[in-house]
């Protein structure tokens, strides 16, 4: 039994704890449901075996309220555990809004890893204990999958498309993560280290990996390098938008909807620019698509971020 304990992955994360719950109370449920018919078939091939003196008269006995409750007794069943499960995963994809963000970016056959602060790791992520973390991922080629078994979170990283996950890892460690999409010929080798770490050791690790440049910051710096300044600046003369204050802010198009200002918008602006026009501005912005990678499309949306939500400076 201890062996078979010791093959269950670790629990690194409150969340993971009620998913393991769930599981077991869903295996528990299977079972109650499917056992007695297999207990009952391996009685009746017994019990009517050939030859044996059994009464085979057709009885005719119902009894409506006990065939009712066969039936909707495992459903009322399956469908809590339905609800339960469904707002499990809601809560993954609902992160709180104080959550610490990190970007990430899968490419044919590595994870990168992007702190706020600017750090950046391969192939392992350093995480503080008790803390929020919200991932928000990209793809630079195929569809990626990260999984982190300790966590329980496995998520599809789609290439044209920001996904998020979030979680609080509540036990220091070392833990596994890998990626569960095949992705090519070194698939089985895109995997890596989570590491959980208390507060002030992750406090430590972030002053060594050091960078004096915060994403934003070198957000700014693309920014300028690739002439967006020359359109988007205080200074041109480019009827270009405004990007001050962009951030979460509806923006109404050409064709007379309306979409959101977030990460997805921003980069599909970047990468994308003729597939959702501004109202009121000329379609002359050219793609970057090919010219920056998802990991500079990220610095820029952080800068544009930085640049305040609704019209304030942070
Ligand atoms: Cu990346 Cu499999």
Not at 112 to 126: N, P, T, V, W
Not at 162 to 171: E, G, I, N, R, V
Not at 198 to 217: C, M, N, R, V, Y
Request: charged share 20%; glycine share 6%.
């Amino acid at each position: 039994m201890s062996d078979f304990i010791a093959l269950w992955p670790q629990s690194a994360s409150a969340y993971s704890g009620r998913l393991d719950l769930l599981m077991w109370i869903f295996t528990a449920l299977v079972v109650a449901l499917s056992a007695p018919v297999f207990v009952l078939l391996a009685y009746f091939a017994w019990k009517y075996r050939a030859g044996r003196d059994a009464d085979r008269s057709d009885r005719v006995n119902r009894n409506t309220w006990l065939e009712i409750s066969w039936a909707l007794i495992p459903f009322i069943l399956v469908v809590a555990l339905f609800v339960w499960s469904t707002r499990m995963f809601f809560t993954v994809h609902e992160p709180p809004s104080d959550a610490m963000e990190i970007n990430v970016v899968a490419k044919q056959w590595m994870w990168k890893f992007e702190h706020a602060s600017g750090q950046r790791e391969i192939d392992e992520l350093h995480v503080p204990v008790n803390e929020p973390v919200r991932l928000s991922m990209a793809s630079q080629d195929v569809i990626h999958s990260l999984y982190i078994p300790a966590l329980r979170l496995k998520q599809d990283v789609v290439p044209g498309r920001y996904t998020s996950l979030w979680f609080t890892a509540d036990k220091p460690g070392t833990y596994a993560l890998a990626c569960a999409e095949f992705c090519g010929a070194n698939h089985s080798e895109m995997t890596g280290r989570f590491i959980v770490m208390e507060k002030p050791a992750f406090a430590e690790w972030l002053e060594q990996a050091g960078t004096d440049i915060s994403l934003p910051a070198e957000g700014e710096a693309l920014f300028r390098s690739n002439g967006c300044s020359g359109c988007h600046g205080p200074a041109a003369t480019v009827h270009a938008p405004d990007l001050d204050g962009l951030y979460g802010r509806p923006v109404p198009l050409s064709d007379g909807s309306i979409v959101t200002a977030d990460d997805q918008y921003i980069r599909d602006s970047i990468l994308l620019p003729q597939s959702q026009i501004a109202a009121g501005y000329p379609q002359i912005m050219p793609t970057f698509k090919n010219v920056l990678s998802e990991d500079e499309v990220m610095k820029l949306v952080a800068y544009i971020k930085s640049l305040g939500a609704s019209g304030e400076q942070p």
